[in-house]
Structure formats: C-alpha cells, structure tokens
C-alpha cells in the first residue's frame, strides 16, 4: 500500500494528494506535524530515528512526527502516530507551525508546513523498533548546547523547531 501526503499551499490549504516518495522526490510543500512530549521534570522525550528510515536514519530528533493522511485530522494523525511510534497516549495541544524545506544525500527533499503539538507524559515508552532506534529525556537546555556543538546528531526540522520553541 503505497502512503499518500497531503499537499498544502503556504496557508496550509490542501491542494492535492501525491505519493509520499514522489513527494520528496520532487521536493513538494506538504502537511506534516513534530510531538514534543514532556515529562513532569520538564524533560523532553528525544528519539534517535530507526537506522532504515529513508532519510535522516539514525539521527536524534523530536518524540514523533510524521504526515497526516488525506482526509485525516491533523491532531487525530499526531495521536495515532504517537502510538504508533513510542506507545504513548495523552493529550495534545498545538503550539505554532512552520514552513521548512532541506535536501538529504540521498537526493529527496523535505518541504513541509509542520504543525507543532505538546504533550505531557512521564512513563516510560514503549517504542515500535521499526521506527525508533531508541530514546532518551532530556532537558530542552542541554538540547539546545548539543545541537550548537555537533548538529550532524539532529534532524533538520528538529533544529529549526528547538530555535522557534526554545
């Protein structure tokens, strides 16, 4: 079953549908979203991509984020990735949204309007392999020290969010 991404204009209005592969292949504006979980010690749940992820395997980023579906809410997809992902279920609340767009080596690129949701959560999740490699808390300061002294660890939205939120 081939995943299909909702393509937006840069008022996040739907324009359309594509392949998500086509998507990045041809580098096209479209709907995304980043959770950022916290627990009750202020610490943010970070997960490191799983190593066969298409793009930016391996690297530290925030505790979810993929692409709504067509037709799918944009906080219903959060959810249910959110499980999907690390196995956690809370309530979430939009933050903000931004408009970012990077090439990769392997010559996709990421054009997203990634909507931003908060969470709070302080157990221990229970990751799905397939997509995590694994996790770690942190404080959003010693993120913030780690991504100006080795940012090739970090996804690219990941960076730009933490300079919009922090």
């Given at each position: ?49 799983a ?41 979430l ?17 990421e ?56």
């Open positions: 079953m081939k995943e299909e991404v909702i393509l937006v204009n840069e008022l996040d209005q739907p324009i359309g549908v594509m392949e998500k592969l086509e998507v990045h292949q041809k580098g096209l504006l479209h709907r995304a979203f980043s959770v950022f979980i916290f627990n009750n010690k202020g610490e943010l749940l970070l997960q490191q991509r190593l066969n992820k298409y793009h930016s395997a391996g690297l530290w980023t925030n505790t979810c984020c993929s692409h709504p579906r067509p037709e799918e809410d944009t906080l219903v997809a959060a959810k249910r990735r959110l499980i999907e992902e690390m196995g956690i279920e809370t309530h609340t939009h933050k903000t949204h931004f408009i970012y767009k990077t090439g990769f080596e392997n010559g996709l690129t054009h997203e309007f990634d909507h931003i949701y908060f969470g709070n959560y302080s157990q221990m999740p229970h990751i799905n392999k397939n997509e995590v490699e694994t996790f770690v808390w942190m404080h959003p300061q010693k993120i913030i020290d780690e991504i100006s002294t080795q940012p090739e660890k970090f996804t690219s939205w990941f960076k730009i969010a933490m300079q919009k939120l922090f």
